[in-house]
Protein backbone atom coordinates (compact mmCIF):
# COMPACT_ATOMS: atom_id res chain seq x y z
CA UNK A 1 0.00 0.00 0.00
CA UNK A 2 1.30 3.32 -1.11
CA UNK A 3 2.38 5.38 2.22
CA UNK A 4 0.50 8.70 1.27
CA UNK A 5 -2.58 6.79 0.54
CA UNK A 6 -4.27 8.50 2.87
CA UNK A 7 -2.95 12.03 1.49
CA UNK A 8 -4.22 10.98 -2.16
CA UNK A 9 -7.91 10.26 -0.98
CA UNK A 10 -8.14 12.57 1.39
CA UNK A 11 -6.95 15.46 0.46
CA UNK A 12 -7.30 18.07 -2.57
CA UNK A 13 -4.94 20.62 -4.11
CA UNK A 14 -5.06 24.19 -2.99
CA UNK A 15 -7.75 25.27 -5.45
CA UNK A 16 -6.65 28.27 -7.52
CA UNK A 17 -2.98 27.03 -7.36
CA UNK A 18 -2.93 26.39 -11.09
CA UNK A 19 -3.53 30.29 -12.41
CA UNK A 20 -0.48 31.74 -14.11
CA UNK A 21 -0.41 34.01 -11.36
CA UNK A 22 0.26 31.86 -8.47
CA UNK A 23 2.83 29.74 -10.40
CA UNK A 24 6.71 29.66 -9.14
CA UNK A 25 8.74 32.22 -10.78
CA UNK A 26 5.54 35.06 -10.13
CA UNK A 27 8.37 37.64 -8.36
CA UNK A 28 10.60 37.08 -11.32
CA UNK A 29 7.86 38.07 -13.70
CA UNK A 30 7.32 41.56 -11.11
CA UNK A 31 10.19 42.37 -12.03
CA UNK A 32 10.19 41.95 -15.78
CA UNK A 33 7.29 44.33 -15.65
CA UNK A 34 6.71 48.24 -16.18
CA UNK A 35 5.70 49.87 -13.33
CA UNK A 36 2.16 50.71 -14.97
CA UNK A 37 1.53 47.13 -15.43
CA UNK A 38 2.15 46.14 -11.71
CA UNK A 39 -1.12 45.01 -9.41
CA UNK A 40 -2.50 47.76 -7.88
CA UNK A 41 -2.47 45.74 -4.09
CA UNK A 42 -1.54 42.25 -3.16
CA UNK A 43 -2.69 40.36 0.56
CA UNK A 44 -0.62 41.43 3.54
CA UNK A 45 -0.58 37.70 4.24
CA UNK A 46 0.62 36.46 1.13
CA UNK A 47 -1.05 35.55 -2.22
CA UNK A 48 -1.84 32.30 -0.82
CA UNK A 49 -4.40 33.61 1.63
CA UNK A 50 -7.93 32.14 1.65
CA UNK A 51 -6.22 29.36 -0.78
CA UNK A 52 -6.35 26.60 1.57
CA UNK A 53 -6.74 22.50 0.96
CA UNK A 54 -10.30 21.03 1.59
CA UNK A 55 -11.35 17.50 1.54
CA UNK A 56 -11.62 15.12 -1.41
CA UNK A 57 -13.28 11.85 -2.09
CA UNK A 58 -10.84 9.91 -4.65
CA UNK A 59 -11.86 6.67 -3.63
CA UNK A 60 -9.94 5.12 -7.16
CA UNK A 61 -6.79 4.43 -5.50
CA UNK A 62 -8.42 2.76 -2.36
CA UNK A 63 -10.12 -0.01 -5.04
CA UNK A 64 -7.30 -0.71 -6.87
CA UNK A 65 -5.25 -1.49 -4.13
CA UNK A 66 -7.90 -3.41 -2.61
CA UNK A 67 -8.31 -5.13 -6.02
CA UNK A 68 -4.59 -6.26 -6.21
CA UNK A 69 -4.90 -8.14 -2.49
CA UNK A 70 -7.88 -10.59 -3.90
CA UNK A 71 -6.50 -13.90 -2.75
CA UNK A 72 -4.64 -13.12 0.36
CA UNK A 73 -5.92 -13.21 4.06
CA UNK A 74 -8.45 -10.38 5.13
CA UNK A 75 -6.59 -9.29 8.39
CA UNK A 76 -2.86 -9.61 6.58
CA UNK A 77 -4.74 -6.60 4.28
CA UNK A 78 -6.18 -4.61 6.84
CA UNK A 79 -2.86 -4.99 8.83
CA UNK A 80 -1.29 -3.49 5.99
CA UNK A 81 -4.08 -0.48 5.57
CA UNK A 82 -3.46 0.11 9.21
CA UNK A 83 -0.04 0.64 9.33
CA UNK A 84 -0.07 3.49 7.35
CA UNK A 85 -3.11 4.94 8.87
CA UNK A 86 -3.05 7.06 12.16
CA UNK A 87 -5.42 6.77 14.35
CA UNK A 88 -4.70 10.00 16.35
CA UNK A 89 -5.75 11.63 13.12
CA UNK A 90 -9.19 11.58 11.90
CA UNK A 91 -8.23 12.63 8.38
CA UNK A 92 -6.64 9.74 8.04
CA UNK A 93 -9.01 7.91 10.20
CA UNK A 94 -11.73 8.38 7.88
CA UNK A 95 -9.72 6.64 5.09
CA UNK A 96 -10.78 3.25 7.14
CA UNK A 97 -14.09 4.00 6.89
CA UNK A 98 -14.24 3.65 3.20
CA UNK A 99 -12.95 0.66 2.86
CA UNK A 100 -16.05 -1.32 3.42
CA UNK A 101 -17.71 1.05 0.86
CA UNK A 102 -15.77 -1.65 -1.36
CA UNK A 103 -15.41 -4.66 0.82
CA UNK A 104 -18.36 -6.91 2.68
CA UNK A 105 -17.60 -8.35 5.87
CA UNK A 106 -20.28 -9.87 6.84
CA UNK A 107 -21.53 -12.69 4.39
CA UNK A 108 -23.18 -16.23 4.20
CA UNK A 109 -22.37 -18.86 1.74
CA UNK A 110 -25.81 -20.21 0.41
CA UNK A 111 -25.13 -23.10 -1.99
CA UNK A 112 -21.72 -21.65 -2.09
CA UNK A 113 -23.10 -18.23 -3.78
CA UNK A 114 -22.25 -15.21 -1.18
CA UNK A 115 -24.82 -12.92 0.10
CA UNK A 116 -24.23 -10.13 2.17
CA UNK A 117 -26.35 -6.99 3.67
CA UNK A 118 -26.75 -6.22 7.70
CA UNK A 119 -25.33 -8.48 10.38
CA UNK A 120 -28.75 -9.37 11.87
CA UNK A 121 -31.26 -8.89 9.23
CA UNK A 122 -31.90 -9.25 5.73
CA UNK A 123 -29.59 -10.79 3.54
CA UNK A 124 -29.24 -10.18 -0.69
CA UNK A 125 -26.85 -11.70 -3.46
CA UNK A 126 -23.72 -10.41 -3.35
CA UNK A 127 -23.10 -8.22 -7.41
CA UNK A 128 -20.42 -9.66 -9.88
CA UNK A 129 -17.48 -7.68 -9.28
CA UNK A 130 -18.00 -7.16 -5.57
CA UNK A 131 -15.09 -8.17 -2.79
CA UNK A 132 -16.24 -9.41 0.11
CA UNK A 133 -14.44 -11.71 3.02
CA UNK A 134 -14.75 -15.58 3.46
CA UNK A 135 -16.99 -16.68 6.25
CA UNK A 136 -14.96 -20.07 5.32
CA UNK A 137 -11.32 -18.99 4.69
CA UNK A 138 -11.26 -15.48 6.26
CA UNK A 139 -9.75 -14.55 2.04
CA UNK A 140 -10.32 -11.67 0.57
CA UNK A 141 -12.51 -12.56 -2.11
CA UNK A 142 -14.39 -11.51 -5.68
CA UNK A 143 -17.74 -12.10 -6.81
CA UNK A 144 -17.03 -13.59 -10.32
CA UNK A 145 -19.80 -13.23 -13.11
CA UNK A 146 -22.06 -16.18 -14.67
CA UNK A 147 -19.84 -18.10 -16.83
CA UNK A 148 -21.14 -17.35 -20.93
CA UNK A 149 -21.79 -20.02 -22.86
CA UNK A 150 -19.50 -18.49 -25.65
CA UNK A 151 -15.82 -20.21 -25.60
CA UNK A 152 -14.25 -18.54 -23.33
CA UNK A 153 -9.93 -19.37 -23.25
CA UNK A 154 -7.94 -19.73 -26.53
CA UNK A 155 -4.40 -20.92 -26.88
CA UNK A 156 -4.94 -23.33 -23.75
CA UNK A 157 -1.01 -24.95 -23.39
CA UNK A 158 0.48 -22.30 -24.81
CA UNK A 159 3.27 -19.24 -23.06
CA UNK A 160 0.51 -16.72 -24.73
CA UNK A 161 -3.64 -16.80 -24.15
CA UNK A 162 -6.63 -15.20 -24.47
CA UNK A 163 -9.25 -15.88 -21.74
CA UNK A 164 -12.59 -13.96 -20.89
CA UNK A 165 -13.62 -12.64 -18.04
CA UNK A 166 -15.26 -10.06 -15.98
CA UNK A 167 -17.20 -8.71 -19.16
CA UNK A 168 -13.60 -8.52 -21.41
CA UNK A 169 -11.15 -10.42 -22.85
CA UNK A 170 -7.50 -10.50 -21.32
CA UNK A 171 -4.40 -11.75 -22.71
CA UNK A 172 -2.13 -13.71 -20.63
CA UNK A 173 1.52 -13.98 -20.64
CA UNK A 174 2.60 -17.37 -18.68
CA UNK A 175 5.52 -19.41 -17.80
CA UNK A 176 6.29 -22.69 -16.53
CA UNK A 177 5.94 -23.25 -12.93
CA UNK A 178 9.30 -24.37 -11.76
CA UNK A 179 9.88 -26.79 -8.87
CA UNK A 180 10.03 -24.29 -5.97
CA UNK A 181 7.66 -21.79 -7.06
CA UNK A 182 8.53 -19.79 -3.40
CA UNK A 183 6.62 -16.52 -3.46
CA UNK A 184 5.40 -16.45 -6.98
CA UNK A 185 2.55 -15.15 -7.57
CA UNK A 186 -0.76 -16.01 -9.83
CA UNK A 187 -2.09 -12.67 -11.22
CA UNK A 188 -5.16 -14.41 -13.20
CA UNK A 189 -5.72 -16.85 -10.63
CA UNK A 190 -5.07 -13.96 -7.89
CA UNK A 191 -3.78 -16.83 -5.70
CA UNK A 192 -0.01 -17.54 -4.49
CA UNK A 193 1.25 -20.57 -7.07
CA UNK A 194 2.86 -22.90 -4.54
CA UNK A 195 -0.97 -22.87 -3.07
CA UNK A 196 -2.27 -23.52 -7.10
CA UNK A 197 -2.99 -27.66 -7.55
CA UNK A 198 -1.91 -29.07 -10.70
CA UNK A 199 -5.81 -30.34 -11.60
CA UNK A 200 -6.43 -26.46 -11.30
CA UNK A 201 -3.66 -24.94 -13.32
CA UNK A 202 -4.51 -27.61 -16.18
CA UNK A 203 -8.60 -26.88 -16.09
CA UNK A 204 -7.25 -23.21 -16.55
CA UNK A 205 -4.64 -23.25 -18.80
CA UNK A 206 -4.00 -26.41 -20.17
CA UNK A 207 -0.82 -27.19 -18.14
CA UNK A 208 1.64 -26.59 -15.00
CA UNK A 209 2.00 -22.93 -15.79
CA UNK A 210 1.31 -19.15 -14.31
CA UNK A 211 0.81 -16.21 -15.06
CA UNK A 212 3.06 -13.45 -14.80
CA UNK A 213 1.38 -10.75 -17.10
CA UNK A 214 -1.81 -9.30 -18.43
CA UNK A 215 -3.87 -7.09 -20.16
CA UNK A 216 -6.95 -6.36 -21.10
CA UNK A 217 -7.56 -6.15 -25.42
CA UNK A 218 -8.84 -3.32 -26.87
CA UNK A 219 -12.55 -3.77 -29.04
CA UNK A 220 -11.11 -4.39 -32.28
CA UNK A 221 -7.94 -6.90 -30.57
CA UNK A 222 -11.21 -8.41 -29.77
CA UNK A 223 -12.81 -8.66 -32.73
CA UNK A 224 -9.86 -9.67 -34.84
CA UNK A 225 -9.29 -12.57 -32.42
CA UNK A 226 -12.83 -13.80 -32.38
CA UNK A 227 -12.54 -13.52 -36.11
CA UNK A 228 -9.47 -15.42 -36.59
CA UNK A 229 -10.93 -18.01 -33.76
CA UNK A 230 -13.92 -18.94 -35.81
CA UNK A 231 -12.18 -19.09 -39.60
CA UNK A 232 -9.73 -22.15 -37.99
Known amino acids: MRVDMAKVIVERP????????KKPGYRRSLQKCDL??????????GRWRGRQKSLNEHLGPMHRFLRSQVGRPWNKVHQDLCEHVSFDNA??????????????LHVTLVDGTPHGGRRYGGRHRLDP????????????KVVRPAKPRTPTQYGRGSLRQ???????????KLHKIPADPGELWDIWLERPVASLGLRNV??????????????????????????????V
Open 202 to 231: KDTYGGPFFTTAKRPLSRAEARTLLRERRA
Open 129 to 140: GQMYVCPKTGLL
Open 14 to 21: RWGSRLAS
Open 36 to 45: ADLPRREPLC
Open 162 to 172: HHFRDGAWWEL
Open 91 to 104: VQKHVLTHVFDFVA
